[in-house]
């Protein structure tokens, strides 16, 4: 999940949730600050009882109202509670409405108040009745006017931390993007981003600093990696010429013998690698640009035919499937490729085993038998990286996955049934 996108979740989730809070205890206050003013109406009524009784002696005159109803009924003394309580309020209905009632009576929400008088020595119990239908339809009115607040603000603040912070953190993702287009072998350096926000400005600071230095340790590598390969050639050239004038002198033993055989196939390891980490300079540099439409049916055959001998000495079985597929791509490249991934295919395959080459439109596959547990996808890449018992140099794999990369292929590893699989896309 993205950060704005969290950020965002948890604020609206807070927001609603503290809103949510917030109107029950807004809606409860208001409701009983409403009350208490019913109460205090009631109230006033009780004491206009009490001293219309007191000083007339007689219980007043009850009329009907709209919003209020006084009754008295005879009670004993000491029977009566004063208080106050929540009771419904008869409404005398308009007669020309009075096909809407049950019975020509409507009841509705009120609040009511039981106290008690003396008059013309009885005593009685009132209950006073005031409706409260204003008061509720005013504690309604007020609570959609809060939730229409909250939904306001809520999507105020949505559209506020969709619009701002997205302009907040655009110098975040364009420095995303530079990172994601940055190539260590490239001259392009990572831009500064103008910005006014002190972490984004850091980063920039740290990343444009961090690239300049993967750089320079970058060209410093590569130097020592052209020169040690440029000085490694004379050095290996020399011992291939005392070691051919040492086989002219005369004959050896059988223990010189297999030691002089052993220093050649030293030697010509070196060679290979030497030769391999100057191609591998050149392919990562880019110093090989000699791009021409190539028919890659026709290139597979070739190198079928130039490995013909050694499919025979190891009794491999080969199955060819080729389409008619023309690339415009580097030749020089695309033959490494296919000699590296066909050779790597004869190399780690079994006597009497199989190799598989498929040609379509979209894709080059390469399978082949031999060790019956798959390799480790995430090393077969790696530099100098190679089986136990590969004799090797360990950069075959990855020459083929510069090349795949500088030609704009890619190239992909698995392991299915009991071959090994090699997948080239174009």
């Known amino acids: 999940m993205r950060l704005l996108a969290r950020y965002n979740r948890v604020t609206l989730v807070t927001t609603v949730v503290v809103m949510l809070i917030t109107g029950f205890i807004y809606y409860v206050a208001i409701n009983l600050i409403l009350i208490r003013d019913v109460d205090k109406d009631l109230e006033v009524e009780e004491n206009e009882v009490l001293a219309y009784a007191k000083q007339n002696d007689r219980l007043p005159q009850v009329f009907e109202s709209n919003d209020q109803q006084i009754s008295f009924y005879r009670a004993t003394p000491e029977t009566v509670r004063r208080h106050f309580l929540d009771t419904l309020y008869k409404v005398t209905p308009n007669p020309a409405h009075r096909r809407h009632h049950h019975n020509g009576e409507r009841y509705e929400s009120g609040r009511g108040l039981i106290t008690s008088v003396s008059a013309a020595g009885q005593f009685y119990k009132v209950l006073i009745v005031k409706s409260t239908v204003e008061t509720e339809d005013l504690v309604q009115i007020i609570f959609f006017i809060t939730i229409g607040v909250i939904l306001l603000l809520l999507l105020t603040l949505f559209l506020i931390n969709r619009l701002l912070l997205n302009r907040l953190w655009q110098p975040f993702h364009t420095l995303l993007k530079e990172l994601r287009i940055f190539n260590v072998a490239d001259n392009k350096d990572i831009p500064r981003i103008e910005t006014s926000i002190d972490e984004f400005k850091e980063l920039n600071h740290a990343v444009t600093s961090m690239s300049s230095r993967v750089k320079n340790d970058y060209k410093d590598l590569k130097t020592f990696t052209e020169n040690a390969s440029h000085e490694l050639l004379t050095p290996i050239a020399v011992i291939n010429s005392k070691l051919d004038s040492l086989l002219q002198t005369g004959d050896f033993s059988q223990r ?112 082949n038998t031999g060790d019956k547990n798959p390799l480790q996808s995430e090393h077969i890449f790696t530099r100098f990286h190679k089986s136990s018992g590969s004799d090797g140099s360990g950069l075959g794999l990855t020459i083929s996955k510069q090349i795949c990369e500088n030609l704009g292929f890619k190239l992909s590893y698995l392991f299915e049934d009991i071959y090994h699989t090699f997948i080239v896309i174009f």
């Open 256 to 367: 010189q013998s297999k030691l002089l055989n052993d220093l050649y196939g030293s030697v010509s390891r070196l060679t290979r690698l030497n030769q391999s980490m100057l191609l591998l300079v050149k392919i990562e540099n880019r110093l090989v640009e000699d791009r021409q439409t190539v028919n890659l049916k026709t290139a597979i055959e070739e190198l079928i035919i130039q490995f013909e001998e050694i499919f025979h000495d190891k009794e491999l079985i080969v199955e060819c499937r080729l389409t008619d597929k023309g690339l415009h791509t580097s030749p020089y490249l695309f033959d490494i490729l296919l000699n590296n991934l066909v050779g790597n295919a004869i190399r780690h395959n079994c006597l009497g085993g199989n190799i598989v080459i498929l040609l379509d439109k979209e894709k080059l596959t390469i399978k």
